[in-house]
């Protein structure tokens, strides 16, 4: 496998960024035991990779630290070595988000011909995002972009990038997006300036196989042989650790604990049987959509909490459910 693996981490010693990381490198060693993984870190980061947040040394090539401007808080750190790792690491590049796990061998990436590539966001076309009002109000807002010239919104969980010249001013371009948006704007999120500099350079972007990103929250269609799945890309109210381990930040605490991956967590780790519980329930996208909304939001909330509305709501819909049954029985009896 030619292309370097990149992993961004900001991180300190209360979060579990670098945990989250530890776990995504460590599962892409049982498949990729040869690749050339570079953790890319700030300078306050790379002083924290010591005593037991040090093992993670172990499961990476390399790790590089960079300066940071001055003033940046973690977030802003954190996008800043994202929208830059082009332009501190030499070569064909694939870089990972920490939120994931890796599920088989990532040496197709070599094939990829494109100079840059991503997965659609919610593996859908710009038109059918289920967010799809919001980003266009933010893509306005922002940097002023009314008409969408593109058939997707790209997922930057997962980028594949040549080391080319064109490539350099292209994540220029994309970092002095984010700097607008972060700074101007009051929008530290990475994506809207992404699409802003593709937009500039004329949408470059070629599309990435979904099985590279595959958004478990959005769609089970690259699921089945899925080589990077990707967790927290969705904030929805029902992604809880009833599906996933991965949902479980206790999960990670336990790796943070031991100072590296415990038995009963390399246990998990080395069984993808048990990356998701048995109850796991399937919705189809219209049931979907509803749950993702303010409305059914709200009622989700609401069932979890058993507020007074819902159980107010609860027996009144009880009722009709006993009137609708008793006048079934009564045009039965009447035939």
């Known amino acids: 496998m030619r292309t370097k693996i990149v992993y961004c981490i900001v991180s300190n010693d209360k979060d579990i960024y670098l945990e989250q990381a530890w776990v995504s490198i460590y599962t892409l060693r049982l498949y990729n035991p040869d690749a050339e993984v570079v953790l890319l870190v700030d300078k306050g980061t790379e002083a924290t990779l010591t005593g037991k947040r040090a093992g993670i040394r172990e499961l990476v090539t390399e790790v590089v630290a960079v300066d940071t401007p001055d003033g940046y808080n973690a977030m ?39 100079e840059i590539a991503c997965v659609p966001d919610e593996h859908r076309r710009f038109g059918e995002l289920l967010e799809n009002d919001t980003i266009k109000q933010r893509l306005s807002s922002i940097f002023g972009i009314t008409e969408i010239g593109s058939e997707f919104y790209f997922n930057s969980g997962v980028i594949y990038v040549k080391d080319t010249p064109r490539m350099h001013a292209f994540f220029a371009d994309w970092y002095e997006k984010w700097k607008f948006s972060a700074f101007e704007r009051n929008s530290s999120i990475d994506q809207p300036a992404l699409y802003a500099a593709d937009e500039k350079n004329g949408f470059i972007i070629k599309e990435l ?121 009564l045009s039965i009896g009447v035939r």
């Open 76 to 114: 802003q750190r954190s996008r800043y070595l994202k929208t830059n790792f082009r332009q501190f690491i030499a070569g064909d590049l694939l870089f990972i988000d920490s939120d994931t796990v890796i599920g088989g061998s990532l040496a197709a990436i070599d094939d990829i011909e494109a």
């Open 209 to 329: 196989p979904g099985e590279f990103n595959c958004q478990i929250a959005y769609s089970l269609k690259y699921f089945y042989g899925g080589l990077i799945l990707h967790f927290f890309n969705a904030t929805f109210p029902m992604m809880s650790s009833e599906i996933s381990v991965f949902y479980d930040d206790s999960f990670y605490r336990r790796l943070k604990d031991y100072g590296g991956v415990a038995n009963d967590v390399k246990d998990v780790l080395d069984d993808n049987a048990r990356w998701f519980n048995v109850q796991t329930s399937i919705v189809d996208s219209s049931h979907n959509d509803f749950l993702c909304n303010y409305v059914g939001a709200y009622i989700y909330k609401s069932y979890m909490k058993q507020s007074f509305l819902y159980k107010l709501n609860e027996r009144l819909c009880s009722y009709k459910f006993m009137i609708g049954n008793f006048r079934r029985l």
